[in-house]
């Protein structure tokens, strides 16, 4: 009845009860796609969710997932403005909330002075119902839900929109909780199906924190896993909040609605959920989680990670299964970095003074790579002008939350002419044209690094570099591969990337000291040709052609499979003072034994899903293949 209802009399409703209404608006307006035939959640599903985002297409709707009941979406926030138009009725008094990050407790003890931003509003707190069982909800088992597996090498199904929820074990409540997303396992490996999952996060996360102190108890920590209900409780688990504002807040802010919750057995529950698992970790405990196909590009591989004893499985009434895809950028989750940029504005600014801009570049994989434009405000006049403020300012970046995961940091300060991290060219050859390569390339090594990036020393370990740059132009950078460059010794296929670098193809690696001796052959044999000046970044690849076909090749290589401590190398490098220097960075980029393999579509999958593209089908003439 409320389905036809809501179809027939065409409501628009912009502040979604649940993820159906979500769909349906969708529909009306033509961003929603239905697709009727049977589709395999065994990488069908995630295969033509790709095709599609690829293609700047729909959300998509399976209506007919084999071996579920449950329908499922996926692409709800495939482009910006899509998502824009999800939030369409609480975007602007979102912004305004996070422009008080600064101290955004003052809103809610001061309500009638901060009105005007929506979090004073009485929708923005949590609304605890009293209920004996979920309202609306019934049980089912993990086997019931869509077991969606995106890539073929993955060890097995995974919730990749999960709300992960915990509370703080010395001080519960909702309002010490947290609210992540940490992708699932739900079957494959050692796990017994209906009655275990994996979570997969790391211990500096809030649900790493409040684990940390369960296990000091000797306690099991209680977690609920929420999937689906209004698109903000999904935005709202990846939100980077300022201090002092809960995940459950910002989530009654951007629904304009109360986050409606209640208790079950000590299990919270949300009571817009599409689905709700509840569960708890014991201390220390661990099983194999992963492979699985991740947002860098790779599989990240098997490692341990706590395990949850499942408790008690729940599926709302109309159930949908919200998912995405992940695997080399751009995916879905670009999109929501994109949302999460626009929506937190100038934070950064507050944040880190000084610092103007900040750019997690995608096409690197996120965490690999920065971008930043910083400020240098206090140079005397009587010295030379360097890296001096930037280089503070650069300290505070790589330790700011997820910032810190970073490898490669590329700094300037923005002086006579304007810059933008978001042009990404324009802006490393700013940095190239100005950097002193004896003076301004800072390391930090034998430190952290993603989880997931595997071009380290091993597991979350790596390196960390700075490039630094103010002033003048130093230099013109070369147009075409110059002539030192052509015809060297054993590398081939020079190619030229961009102005300033470009692109060497190299044997394959074997052990890093063989490549500290054929790279510096190569870097005697370059200096023995002359001053290169105009071209001070060199990468070292497996495949020059492919590496120099587009930015994002150059970017996405270069940077996801190198660690800078060990991938770095220079010609005329040398030390000062205990200080790296050199004339021409050289990057060895080629694939290491050590490293993840690449995501790879299967070929046979990609045959097998024409037939929803094909005429007659739900996809034809939508997206072409």
């Known amino acids: 009845m409320y389905r036809s209802y809501f179809l027939e009399i065409g409501v628009i409703r912009v502040k979604y009860r649940n ?39 729909p959300a998509l709707l399976f209506e007919n997932v084999k071996g579920s009941k449950f329908p499922a979406v996926s692409n709800l926030f495939g482009t910006i403005e899509r998502s824009k ?49 979920p309202a609306g909800f019934k049980e089912i088992q993990i086997a019931d839900l869509p077991l969606i597996k995106h890539w073929q090498g993955d060890g097995g199904a995974f919730v990749t929109l999960p709300q992960v929820y915990s509370e703080d074990p010395e001080k519960p409540g909702i309002m010490n909780s947290n609210l992540g997303m940490y992708r ?74 109360h986050f409606r919750y209640s208790y079950v057995d000590g299990y919270c529950i949300s009571n817009d959920a599409d689905f709700v698992i509840t569960g708890e970790i014991p201390p220390n405990e661990t099983k194999p989680e992963g492979p699985f196909g991740d947002h860098l590009g790779y599989y990240s591989l ?90 503070t300012q650069a300290n505070r970046i790589l330790g700011t939350g997820q910032l810190s995961l970073a490898k490669f940091l590329f700094i300037a300060a923005e002086e006579k002419e304007p810059v933008s991290t978001h042009r990404m060219e324009e802006f490393l050859a700013y940095i190239l044209e100005r950097i002193d390569l004896q003076r301004d390339i800072h390391f930090q090594t034998n430190t952290t690094i993603d989880t997931l990036d595997y071009s380290g020393t091993g597991f979350n370990t790596g390196s960390k570099v700075v490039f630094a740059a103010v002033g003048d132009k130093k230099r013109e950078l070369c147009k075409e591969v110059p002539e030192q460059l052509q015809g060297l010794n054993e590398f081939e296929n020079v190619n030229f990337i961009m ?52 930015i994002d090749n150059f970017l996405w290589v270069t940077f996801t499979r190198s660690n800078p401590s060990h991938d770095m190398y220079g010609v005329n490098s040398h030390f000062d003072f205990k200080h790296w220097a050199c004339d021409n ?41």
């Not at 159906?20 to 009727?36: Q, S, T, Y």
């Not at 996070?98 to 929506?118: E, H, Q, V």
């Not at 409780?233 to 300022?242: E, G, K, Q, R, V």
Request: charged fraction near 20%.
């Open 19 to 57: 993820l159906e209404e979500c769909i349906l608006d969708l529909e009306k307006h033509g961003h929603l796609v239905r697709i009727r035939e049977e589709v395999d959640p065994n990488l069908e599903m995630a295969a033509i969710h790709m095709k599609v985002y690829a293609a700047h297409g």
């Open 85 to 133: 138009f999800i939030f369409r009725n609480t975007w602007d008094s979102t912004q305004k909330v996070i422009a008080l990050r600064n101290d955004p407790i003052k809103a809610l003890k001061n309500p009638f002075k901060y009105l005007g931003t929506g979090l004073a509003a009485r929708t923005a707190l949590p609304l605890k119902q009293i209920t004996g069982s």
């Open 184 to 257: 699932v396992q739900l079957t494959g490996n050692d796990y017994e199906v209906n009655k275990e999952v994996g979570i997969h996060y790391q211990i500096h996360r809030g649900i790493g924190i409040h684990q940390d102190k369960a296990n000091k108890l000797g306690k099991p920590l209680k977690v609920s896993i929420f999937i689906g209900g209004p698109p903000a409780h999904t935005l709202s688990a990846i939100m980077p909040l300022p201090e002092g504002m809960s995940e459950l807040t910002f989530a009654g802010l951007l629904s304009g609605k």
């Open 302 to 391: 098997i490692h341990e990670f706590p395990v949850m004893k499942v408790h008690k499985v729940y599926a709302k009434n109309n159930a949908i299964f919200p998912f995405t895809v992940v695997g080399r950028p751009p995916q879905e989750d670009t999109a929501f970095g994109e949302l999460i940029h626009e929506l937190t504005g100038s934070a950064i600014r507050q944040e880190i003074p000084g610092v103007k801009e900040v750019h997690a570049v995608d096409a690197a994989g996120v965490h690999p790579l920065l971008f930043a434009i910083g400020s240098e405000r206090y140079t005397p006049y009587q010295q030379v002008k360097q890296p001096m403020e930037i280089l």
């Open 499 to 550: 102005p300033g670098v470009v692109a060497v193809q190299g044997p394959n690696f074997t052990t890093y000291q063989n490549a500290e001796l054929e790279i510096a052959k190569l870097c005697d044999e370059i200096q023995s040709r002359g001053t290169l000046d105009s071209c001070p970044m060199i990468i070292l690849c497996d495949d020059s052609e492919f590496l120099s076909a587009t």
């Open 585 to 625: 960075v050289i990057i060895d980029a080629r694939t290491k034994p050590h490293q993840a393999p690449p995501l790879i579509p299967d070929p046979t999958v990609e045959e097998r899903i024409k037939r929803v593209f094909d005429q007659g089908g739900s996809l034809a003439g939508i997206v072409k293949v």
